[in-house]
């Protein structure tokens, strides 16, 4: 670059000479070979401008005829943008008759524009009347392009010094962050706002949090604290990790404002060497802003070396924190040499053995030997972690005062980069009230299990006492009802079906007692096998109850939308799911209907039973499967039972892996909805 910059030098210079060279032929009217295969373009004009010769440089240049350059003119291809100040610089060496030099955008004939550099020399007759101007231009592009790289990366080089200088201090991240982003702005060649921001993950990996930002306004500070990812510029790039340029604000700019002024983005992704996005960073731009791969080369510079200050500070925090974490926390902590030579134990050490670091450093740690350990046991340990290998156990150790207490260690080699072994870490705790508590749990168990042994059998034996003599009730009565039907009064028939309603509910709270202790003692038989919930299960339970509905005068419809409902559950505790959620239905509702729906949405089996009954109030709701639990309670309730129905269809849905839900109001109607995965 440096020798490009030489040439341009040499090219301006030798310019001169070549005016000199020409101006005596041009002047003379002989536009002999020498002047018209000249490199450089030139061309005369009279008082008025008006073009009177132009060589061969020129006519190549801009691919015009000879003709057609004597009658054009030379603003005529000057760049729309540069013209005023070129004809201003014309102008007014024209009034003064002097030389004049302009530098200007200039088109090719192959519609681009090129930098060019044109000197104006008076020419004059021998009576020094101004004859008009002898004009002389270069194409200087590629040399200003030179020089507009050379001063690119010296700023460029100026900038990353900068961010690593910063990378050493000691300053805190967002101190760091905030002056890299003002050393961004800063850039000369950079064409943005002045405006920008760092945005670094949260540790949850759900947003992106502004740590450093310049003239973004209140309303954006605010707006942009927070940006989850994948949404606006900043979070698409923090969710995909792909650098985004937008000219204008577009479709994706969806955090904005009434009075936000136009303008562009690039954002960047702040990457590690592995791809992992720890942030982004955002440069305002000039509304219509054109891309430029050597803008874009150069953000991605300056996003890896903030990743990497970023994890080196990260890294730092994380070591002081180690170290408060290792001196501040109540697990007790000691460091030895490969030799196992104590080297450091921390303040929760020194607290629960009564020793001092003073006691302690130099020393190994048999001083805290107890007699409760055969010499086998230390021999293990210590051929474990000289092996590399990590020592974990519980030990009986004995304080400064002689008491004895339980610590569960562990016991870890530390290994140098040849893999060598430096250091011994062991951490450990106190666990003597856990021992305690974990034999009064033992024995505490064994009598729960002794007591629950007998609590099955009471049950057991109590449902063997009292089902027998019901179902003796309940057979007798059906024969004398089945005897006496023909001659008997309407008031004794109710009386039988009171007897027999009766029999079967306290039959029923028998089941449900039965059931609900099997599940707290973990007893229940659980074999689950693949069923088809509709025609296995929904319709044998409909036809079982369609009866207690018509006894009620109700409406019991099953609708199965489904072509198969291939579920994997058990049997029984599935039909007991939906004749407890059936039988309620029909139970609290007076009038309307009940309707069981069996479908399939997303890969889930869905039943639906929707009642017009009662309903149930939004603050019981909570409650609702609570066992015992009942909305109306006491002598007045309107409707019978125990609580323990919903209460074992909420185990009962657990043990299924489904999931139930109730929406309800209150004398409209319930909807109880049970999910079931789809085999």
């Known amino acids: ?29 002989k536009s002999d070979s020498l002047a018209d295969n000249a490199p450089v373009m030139i061309w005369k004009s009279d008082v008025v401008n008006h073009c009177e010769y132009v060589n061969n440089a020129r006519l190549e240049f801009t691919g015009r005829t000879f003709d057609e350059e004597i009658s054009g003119g030379w ?11 070129a004809m201003n610089i014309f102008n007014g060496a024209f009034e003064k008759k002097e030389k004049f030099q302009i530098e200007c955008r200039h088109m090719r004939y192959d519609g681009q524009y090129r930098i060019t550099l044109t000197l104006g020399v008076p020419r004059y007759d021998q009576d020094r009347t101004l004859l008009g101007y002898l004009w002389y231009c270069i194409d200087i592009t590629d040399i200003k392009l030179v020089e507009k790289i050379t001063q690119r990366d010296y700023e460029k080089q100026n900038v990353i010094n900068s961010i690593l200088n910063l990378s050493i201090e000691n300053l ?69 990790g792909q650098s985004q340029f937008a000219g204008c604000i577009d479709e994706q700019h969806t955090i904005r404002h009434d009075n936000m002024l136009p303008h562009g983005h690039y954002v960047f992704p702040i990457c590690t060497a592995d791809n992992k996005i720890l942030g982004v960073l955002n440069v305002y731009l000039e509304e219509n802003h054109i891309k430029e791969e050597f803008e874009v080369e150069f953000l991605g510079i300056v996003s890896r070396h903030l990743a990497q200050i970023i994890l080196r500070k990260n890294a730092e925090d994380k070591l002081i924190r180690l170290s ?44 805290l030997k107890s007699g409760k350990h055969d010499s086998d046991i230390y021999k293990k340990v210590w051929d474990t972690i000289s092996c590399g290998q990590i020592f974990r156990g519980i030990t009986i150790n004995k304080k400064k005062n002689g008491e004895l207490y339980y610590e569960e260690k562990a016991i870890t080699p530390i290994l140098d980069g040849n893999g060598k072994i430096t250091h011994f870490v062991s951490v450990g705790r106190d666990i003597t009230e856990r021992i305690k508590a974990e034999e009064e749990l033992h024995n505490a168990k064994e009598m729960a299990e002794k007591s629950e042994k007998l609590k099955g059998e009471f049950l057991a034996q109590m449902s063997h006492e009292i089902r027998t003599p019901v179902n003796t009730i309940l057979n007798f009565a059906s024969l004398l009802k089945y005897e006496l039907e023909a001659t008997m009064p309407e008031e004794l028939s109710s009386m039988f079906a009171y007897i027999d309603s009766g029999g079967r509910r306290l039959i029923r709270t028998i089941d449900l007692i039965l059931n609900m202790s099997q599940i707290q003692a973990e007893t229940l038989s659980i074999n689950k096998i693949m069923i088809d919930l509709g025609c296995e299960v929904l319709s044998d339970v409909v036809i079982e109850l369609r009866p207690s509905a018509n006894e009620k005068k109700l409406q019991l419809t099953y609708e199965d939308r489904t072509e198969s409902a291939k579920i994997c559950g058990d049997q029984y505790t599935i039909a007991q799911i939906f004749i407890n959620i059936i039988d309620n239905a029909i139970k609290f509702t007076n009038t309307g209907e009940v309707k069981v729906i069996l479908s399939e949405i997303d890969g889930y089996i869905i039943v639906e039973v929707i009642d017009t009954g009662i309903g149930i109030s939004e603050d019981y709701l909570s409650n609702l499967f609570e066992p015992f639990s009942q909305e109306e309670t006491g002598y007045t309730r309107r409707f019978e039972g125990n609580g323990l129905g919903l209460a074992l269809v909420k185990k009962y849905v657990e043990v299924n892996n489904a999931e139930i839900s109730v929406e309800s109001k209150k004398e409209i109607g319930t909807k109880f909805t049970v999910r079931f995965k789809r085999q």
């Open 75 to 85: 603003f005529d291809m000057v760049h729309p943008d540069d013209i005023q100040r």
């Open 1 to 29: 670059m440096l020798r490009e910059i030489e040439e341009y030098k040499k090219l301006v210079s030798g310019l001169n000479g070549t005016i000199n060279s020409f101006e005596k032929k041009i002047a003379e009217g």
């Open 324 to 367: 408060s974490a290792v001196e501040q926390t109540g697990d007790h902590i000691i460091i030895a040499d490969r030799k196992g030579i104590i080297e450091y134990v921390n303040k929760a050490f020194e607290e629960l053995t009564g020793f001092s670091r003073t006691d302690w450093i130099g020393k190994t740690p048999r001083i």
């Open 172 to 240: 805190s991240l967002r101190e760091i962050l905030q002056r890299t982003l003002m050393s961004v702005l800063n850039v000369s060649w950079l064409k943005n706002k002045a405006m920008g921001g760092i945005f670094l993950n949260d540790k949850e990996n759900k947003n992106i949090i502004l740590m450093a930002s310049n003239n973004i306004g209140s309303f954006s500070a605010q707006k942009c604290a927070f940006i989850p990812l994948g949404e606006c510029l900043c979070g698409i790039v923090a969710k995909t």
